[in-house]
């Protein structure tokens, strides 16, 4: 017997088309959608489509491809169900080449539901693309769940420069593991007593000379710049320190004791009291510091090697005491402060 096949599952796709647009009845059209033999008849039913419990049903399912599930979500009134359809696009469609890529930053664009945003932020793959949404993110407990816990380095300072919210910066200035935030999320603070005392646990405790010297810069109470002056190990550590340091009676201690000739200038500078003169021969002293440096006066030859000029040598030798220098060889290089 003669089945009665309807005229949009017709082999003539103009036809099928025809047929599908005359269509109203909305199960049915979902129906097409599934499960007519050409795409674009399938996409034409389902551009019929108005309502909105079957739009978002066609939209959340994932075994749909990408195409259409936007195609649907756009048609959404409930902009947060397309925003989680967008969002778990970006998520899971992890194609490598640059169409895809590109969409998937046009699918951040779109997003306005900050849970959504979250939820891409968090996890998405790029992370270019969690950039992006972070750079659209305003809720301050997920940028802070971000800036405490997030592994990259990059996305963990994009979103502490997203807090306003003070609870919050106190929360990451106290408890963040990477100092380099703490330090930028205290900037931030406004109870300046709490700033100092992570500044203080910073500059003592950090495993980063360099973020331990940035937060010895921030430091107001002297007794605190003293104290790392004072018993530092780390040299370039206690060097900023000394440059921080205002207290005279300090500095006098620390260009009497300090082992390093460079920070005992730099102290015996900062009273004003540093003073080279002559002291052996060939030698000047500061008498405030103890500090001694070289006063050799060389004759210096040049040695040019080939026909290039600049490529040779100076030699010489100090006419006082017969100290002598190759330039190549470094020797040139006795001089700088030292104590004896
Ligand atoms: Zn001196
Ligand atoms: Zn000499």
Redesign the pocket.
Known sequence: MGLFKPAWQSKNIEKAIRAVKKITDQTMLAEIGKTAEYGVVRFAAIEMITDQVILADIAKKKHNSSHTRIMVAEKLTDKAIADTVFADIVINDNSRDNTSQKKRFELVKKLTDQLSIANVAKNAIDIAVREAAIHKLTDQSTLTHITINEQNNGLRKEALLRITNHIMLVDIAKNSKDDYIRISATQKLVDQDLAQTIYTDIAKNSREDYLRQSAIRKLIDQSVIADIAKHEETEDVRYTAVDVLTSQSVLTDIIKHDKSSSIRVMACKKLGTHSMNPYKQ?RLKCDACSVVDYD?EYAKTYHGLGSFIGHGYYSGK?T??G?SFNENEGSHAEGGYYIE
């Open positions: 060939c050799h100090c006082k005491c100290h």
